[in-house]
């Protein structure tokens, strides 16, 4: 492979923001919910590289042969792989993808192809496009993809603020992350935070059942819970990005709750075969993305609440997890349900792509 701009390649970064940004010259796209993915094609050689610079060829089969037809000869094309269904983004099956065994990646690729949703051209031809302003890389991508395969999309573009709005509005219940904002003379920064994203937020209260130790000392991450209407408290994600001091401060405050905790605790005979026997989701379980991640974790007698910010709930879980806002000694764990929790109504995926693009 021989091209203007060679992997790995990382992905070009946005800052989080509470509002849709107003100012000239920014335009909007809505914010997938998938993996981030660099398409790198010179002639028959495909390859799909990750946020992490992890290759994600193997795990998607049919979209090396998608993009072989879809994608001009010689190009680097910046977008996001996605399951589509009639009801939305399935980030939770797209997950299942990533299997170490071929046989089980060619049966997926099969039974759940994914769909790429270009939205950057870094490089075409003999040309390095990373420091044309993204106005000209766009236009640029609308005359060489071919987006009339049903599952290769190109992203939907407006200058309109109001439209945006519209978008994060409209659009979460088909699962979306929110929506991006980027100047129409923006390079394409490798690394950098040079746009902005704006994603939806609420909060649950959760149960603390358990805890992570952090790499460097003091708490990681809290393991969270919520009962469903047969009492049963299942594992929903967890809470995390703490500064040093506060990693320290919850190793004190969770010390009481760490006394006789494996003593009828409801994870207590967790394993990953359980989720498939009982249907009861609980922590564990190999990361796919880092397989060699210690993920053991410490269980606490399941007594405290925790109020948690998070995006949106897929498949039962709080995707890309939450953060803490306080504890909640006001609250009773048992009162800590799946019933308080908000679900957009679902929008099908055709009102903003078309007849083609859920197949």
Same mark, same amino acid.
């Given at each position: 492979m021989d091209l203007p701009v060679m992997p790995p390649v990382k992905p070009m970064l946005a800052k989080a923001v509470h509002e849709v940004p107003r100012a000239p010259g920014l335009t909007y796209e809505p914010k997938w919910d998938g993996f981030r993915c660099v398409v790198f094609r010179d002639g028959d050689e495909v390859e799909l590289g990750s946020r992490n610079d992890r290759p994600l060829t193997r795990y998607f089969p049919e979209l090396v042969e998608l993009l072989r037809d879809a994608l001009p000869p010689r190009c680097v094309v910046d977008g996001e792989i996605v399951l589509v269904t009639g009801s939305g983004l399935d980030f939770e099956t797209l997950q299942n993808r990533l299997h170490p065994a071929a046989s089980r990646v060619n049966k997926l690729a099969a039974e759940t192809p994914a769909s790429f949703v270009a939205f950057d051209l870094l490089a075409l031809d003999d040309r390095d496009l990373t420091e044309t302003p993204f106005t000209e890389r766009r236009r640029l991508l609308e005359g060489v993809l071919d987006d009339g395969f049903a599952r290769v999309v190109l992203t939907p573009l407006t200058s309109d603020p109001d439209v945006a709005e519209d978008w994060f509005t409209r659009f979460e219940g088909a699962g979306f992350d929110g929506v991006m904002a980027k100047p129409g003379d923006l390079p394409y920064e490798q690394d950098k935070r040079a746009m902005w994203k704006v994603k939806h937020e609420r909060t649950a209260d959760c149960v603390v059942a358990g805890f992570r130790w952090h790499k460097d000392a003091g708490v990681g991450s809290l393991l969270l819970g919520l009962y469903d209407e047969d009492g049963v408290l299942h =594992?929903?994600?967890?809470?995390?990005?703490? %500064?040093?001091?506060?990693?320290?401060?919850?190793? /004190? &405050?969770?010390?009481?709750?760490? !006394?006789?905790?494996? &003593? #009828? =605790?409801?994870?207590?005979? @967790?394993?990953?075969? +359980?989720?498939? %026997? %009982?249907? +009861?989701?609980?922590? #564990?379980? +190999?990361?796919? @993305?880092?397989? +060699?991640? /210690?993920?053991? @974790?410490?269980?606490?007698?399941?007594?405290?609440?925790? !109020?948690?910010r998070y995006e949106h709930l897929q498949g039962g879980r709080l995707r890309h997890g939450g953060r803490l806002v306080r504890f909640r000694p006001d609250r009773e764990p048992a009162s800590c349900t799946y019933g308080q929790l908000e679900e957009a109504a679902p929008a099908e995926l055709t009102a903003l792509f078309g007849e083609g693009a859920a197949r």
């Open positions: =594992h929903v994600g967890v809470a995390s990005s703490f %500064t040093a001091v506060r990693r320290r401060e919850l190793v /004190d &405050e969770l010390a009481p709750l760490r !006394e006789n905790a494996v &003593e #009828g =605790h409801p994870w207590r005979a @967790w394993a990953e075969a +359980q989720i498939e %026997t %009982t249907g +009861q989701r609980v922590p #564990g379980g +190999q990361s796919r @993305w880092s397989p +060699q991640k /210690d993920l053991s @974790w410490e269980p606490v007698r399941a007594e405290l609440v925790a !109020e948690v």
